[in-house]
T-cell receptor, first 109, second 120 residues
Framework: KQEVTQIPAALSVPEGENLVLNCSFT??????LQWFRQDPGKGLTSLLL?????REQTSGRLNASLDKSSGRSTLYIAASQPGDSATYLC????????FGAGTTVTVRA | GAVVSQHPSRVICKSGTSVKIECRSL??????MFWYRQFPKQSLMLMAT?????????EQGVEKDKFLINHASLTLSTLTVTSAHPEDSSFYIC????????????????FGPGTRLTVL
């Protein structure tokens, strides 16, 4: 069974600082890895999807890397803003996703 | 872009009653939808796979008689929590697969906004 772990569970940074969020998974035979954003009491917003054959994906200030051999992915958010405050979830799988518990980020103005 | 809606967004019910949650794909047909549950401060857990025109497939530990899933059309799946109890209080999220016809690598999964169920 795939286990997904996200460290740290919570993170608080001043505005402008770069964010580094970590995700690890136990089964390296993954299909895709996705990063989502979840605001309190809301659904999920897909941020980046990395297919198993890819090493990274970028979108604006966001960059996600994937190292299947070590079972790790890292989400980088450059020049953080208060609007980046949310919980970030990592998930692996094809359609049936296994999620981590998330990292709750607070960006202080 | 593709949108998946859920109704209601939140519901409060008494213990012992049944609650139905709808998941709709608004501008695409979805033969497959998924239902997840999220307890506070925890990750989303897959409950079941909803297949249009056939029985749902439940994950281990999920009671199929308690969580009834019906996928009667290509745009609608419903989750009914029967005889709800306070421990069923949770955030329920559905997702729908928009197939591209080019294989799974090109398909896209869209998530609904979630339904907050509180059982008193």
């Amino acid at each position: 069974k795939q286990e997904v772990t996200q460290i740290p569970a919570a993170l608080s940074v001043p505005e402008g600082e770069n964010l580094v969020l970590n995700c690890s998974f136990t089964d390296s035979a993954i299909y895709n890895l996705q990063w989502f954003r979840q605001d309190p009491g809301k659904g999920l917003t897909s941020l980046l999807l990395i297919q198993s054959s890819q090493r990274e994906q970028t979108s604006g200030r966001l960059n996600a890397s994937l190292d299947k051999s070590s079972g790790r992915s890292t989400l980088y958010i450059a020049a953080s803003q208060p609007g980046d405050s949310a919980t970030y979830l990592c998930a692996v799988g094809d359609y049936k996703l296994s999620f981590g518990a998330g990292t709750t980020v607070t960006v202080r103005a | 872009g593709a949108v998946v809606s859920q109704h209601p967004s939140r519901v409060i019910c008494k213990s012992g009653t049944s609650v139905k949650i709808e998941c709709r794909s608004l501008d695409f047909q979805a033969t497959t939808m998924f239902w997840y549950r999220q307890f506070p401060k925890q990750s989303l857990m897959l409950m079941a796979t909803s297949n249009e025109g056939s029985k749902a497939t439940y994950e281990q530990g999920v009671e199929k008689d308690k969580f009834l899933i019906n996928h009667a059309s290509l745009t609608l799946s419903t989750l009914t929590v029967t005889s709800a109890h306070p421990e069923d209080s949770s955030f329920y999220i559905c997702s729908a697969i928009r197939t591209s016809g080019s294989g799974p690598a090109s398909d896209t999964q869209y998530f609904g906004p979630g339904t907050r169920l509180t059982v008193l």
